[in-house]
């Protein structure tokens, strides 16, 4: 005889929104109240596991044990940088997939950085995750209980999480839907009530959702993997240029930011003698002439399957002083937990060539 269980999926707490829990409840002959007081323990007391739901009776709480998954996330791995100020773990999921969560602590922001997708079908040669390819999209829940994780880490001690950097593994316009529910629901007043504006979501610069974005009603900050300002260079480092070329992105992320008001980012890998030089951040300047923008100039990370180099620092500043000198509102970003391989994607891909070359963890 088969087994029931393994053939439908059990649902997963952190994937319903407010009315698909309310129904589910309904349908045990529970009052639709439960699932206000259900997401109070979950995103507001911070409580993981059915037994802790001290508000419910006891056989509701056991039949949320034995019908409904709390966890997606199995921690593998957890690296501290040598400052202590960013750690980064990694987590399988249910089917063993790896991904990555990073908690960085700057003055009094405590910033996650989360993953949308394991892998991801963008093939940017610069980068640790599109040298995996694409493993599978994230449900909702799962890129919501990546915060949740931490959240309730940060509040054993009394912390926040303040804002949210969707710039971890995957490209989250990829996985569209999935990833503004997780936003809703961390932003919803009955859920974690995290502001919209605290949420960066960082494309690769697909064209169409980029609009899709526009027409949705959510204060969120865009940014846009550029890279470098021209078609040949841009498509000889980010594939999907070749479907979207650099004219109709800025023309899209023009239309957001007349449109939403917004400040948009342009972030921008600093690879010595690629994208580096004093012709690229002029015509920089120039695709972002009045636009309400700021440029975030990261060197380079190194992966293993690039050959690149970050820029030399003589270099980052010069190409920086050549777009404040056309009126371009730019930083040079360090290099964040670089000696845990804090890049996108680092971590995990590591662990997929090899689980006995994982950095050791910490504690
Ligand atoms: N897919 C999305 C978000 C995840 S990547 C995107 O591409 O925007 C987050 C940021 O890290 C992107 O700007 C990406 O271009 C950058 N990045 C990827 N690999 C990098 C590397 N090796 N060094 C520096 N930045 C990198
Ligand atoms: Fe994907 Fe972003 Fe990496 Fe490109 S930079 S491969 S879009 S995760």
Known sequence: MTDDRQLTPRPYIFDLDLPELTTLLQSWGEPGFRAKQIWQGLYQNWWSQPDEFTTLSKTLRQRLSDEIDFSHLRVVTELKSSDGETLKTLFYLPDDLPIETVRMRYDKRRTLCISTQAGCAMGCTFCATGQMGFLRNLSSGEIVEQVIYFAR???AQDERVTNIVVMGMGEPLHNYQAT???IRRLNHTDGMNLGARRFTVSTVGLVPQIRQLIEEDIQINLAIS???ADDELRASMLPVNHRYPIADLIAAVREYSR?????????W?????VNDTPEQAQKLAKLLQGMLAHVNLIPLNPTQGFTG??????????FQETLENQGIACTIRLRRGIDIQAGCGQLASRDNQDPTDSPAPIQ
Do not use: N, P
């Open 259 to 267: 449109t939403t008001k917004r400040r948009v980012t342009f972030e």
């Open 226 to 228: 550029l890279h470098a």
């Open 309 to 318: 180099e970050a820029s030399s620092q003589i270099r980052a500043k010069r």
């Open 269 to 273: 890998a600093l690879i010595q003698q």
């Open 153 to 155: 880490r940060l509040a």
């Open 180 to 182: 503004l529910d997780a």
